[in-house]
């Protein structure tokens, strides 16, 4: 394949901060600490990073809190300073390392679209063409003239979002955009992200969230404690920080050390959803006949079980708690829910005889509802259908 | 490099009216008082000075001599105290947007100018009901006005880029103000100054302008550095001084404003 174009370029970036014990900000204690030669501690964020990213990439960074990914955007967008390395940006640049930067909650919302636009780069003619374009995307004609501090959150959001995606720069970078805001607020994201996509804008976008990774990213980064420990192929980099998630909530669930249950492993928990003939299953449509089959060794003392359902975005859908018979070494669950379109984990808690949860445990299983059309059943939406009955 | 682009001209922009519209917010008479107060403060002046310490009998016009003083020590008071903290002050900028920090400066020193302009409105109406006559020389103003702006951006840069890591410079700068305050010919004419030691008062930058200012508008029978030292080499140390800052300042600032960010 032939080289394209590089537009930003990170070759082994290094960022350290210095944490002084006691921050110096009188010369009391400047003094005082030159006297104690107080020890400064260096707290390395970012170790030897390097990625090149080409003209029309959208390119993913994803990492869990505190991994440096935040220090590595802002190195980027010029805030910080690198310790060592280098960063080179071919061609203009816009940071939305926050929407609504500089907003000014004594203003009123129209000066405060100029005050932001300017700080994104716009003069005041530039602004003036695109006011009433801004003002119609964000739906906020009328409040215009208010104060934004009389502004709801979720219409300062928009306001911003809408000022925001008038940028126009050769590489755009995006922070946890997608965090904020309502489910129509993050359809439109998603819509200005597509826009991007499509017309080949460079974009470097830094999220939580897998599924916008997979969708849109041509490449990604995954940093880890300060390094790039994979990049390239979104997919896998996603699946990569799904598994240290999971890593992380397996040591979590190892640490409930219970009182009276055996070890974790030797619990030997297994889940698996099957059809009912028993092949497993991972993506079916809703309302589809399914079990849930638990295994686990019988010496383990489990006193009972509570099987949750949580939607992938971290909605709490249901429960069913199990007390199984001594000796027991497995249960099934036989449903058939109108669950609403999604990825659905499975989390089962096992509980000791004093009813407390002693382990928690996401092992694996997890389901896609990928369609809602059901027989029988009317149009739905949302995160579930519940029979009911209309009268007139 | 260039500094002043149409964006960064744009950020400045809206930075400065951000800080004028929010400076009268709420208040019923609002933008009025950037004339009102000035206004106020010179009646006051006016009788403290004229009737109850009449330092200035001698000098002709000694109200508008005073305010005109008094007008450019506010300006240099007001840009450097707030320049010292507009870095701290724009932290939530600072640490999201890589605009360039010095903007924030010239902001601040800019708010004061638009407070000095309107004030000198008020001088010049105050100097016409007093009978000086308007004259070309008026003109003059600008250049000395550029000095005082020049001075109080070079200390702004200066203790902004301090402030950051010690917070006690702006205590420390509030006190060495109220000293220059006596320190320079303000409330006091020249001619309470024993002639030997004008030119050691001359060359406090401040002092120099001040009188300059006073010369071409109002009084120039009054001592000035022009007429007080003959050695041209000591006649550039103020403007030297002036420079230096400048230089010193902006030098601090820059190679201490790419740590901004993590240090605020």
Redesign the interface.
Known sequence: MADKEVAVSVHDIHKEFILPQNKNTTFKQTVVNIVKKNNKVTQKTLDGVSFDVNKGDFFGIVGRNGSGKSTLLKLIAGVYTPTAGGVEVHGGLTPFIELGVGFNPELSGRDNVYLNGALLGFTRREMATMYDEIVSFAELGPFMDQKLKNYSSGMQVRLAFSIAIKAKNDVLIFDEVLAVGDEAFQRKCLDVFEGYKASGQTVILVTHDMETVRKFCNKAVLIHDGKAILSGNPRKVADKYSALNQDVIDDDAKRKDASSLADYEEIGLKVNITDKTGNEIKSFKSGKDFMINVEWNPTSRIAAFVVNIFKNSGEHVTAFRVIPPKNASKFSINLAPLLGKGKYDLLIEMHDDNDKAAYDSFEGASFIINSQDVENVPIWSGMLYVDHTVTF | MRYMT??N???L???V??DF??RY?GSVLGYMWSLLKPLFLFAILYIVFTYIIPLGKAVPHYSVYLLLGIVLWNFFTEATMQGAGSVVARG????????PRYLVVIASTLSALINLGLSLVVVIIFALFNGVMPSLEWLLLIPIIAEVIVLSLGISFLLSALYV????ITYIWEIFLQAGFYATPIIYPMTQVPEHLHKWFFLNPMAQLIQDARYVMVTPTQSTLWSSVHNPLVIAVPFLIVLILLAVGARYFKTRS??F??DI
Request: aromatic fraction near 6%.
């Open positions: 149409t964006k001209r744009a950020i922009r809206e930075m009216s951000t519209k929010v917010q939530d900028l600072i640490r999201k947007v890589s605009i890591k010690f917070r006690d790419a740590y960010a993590e």
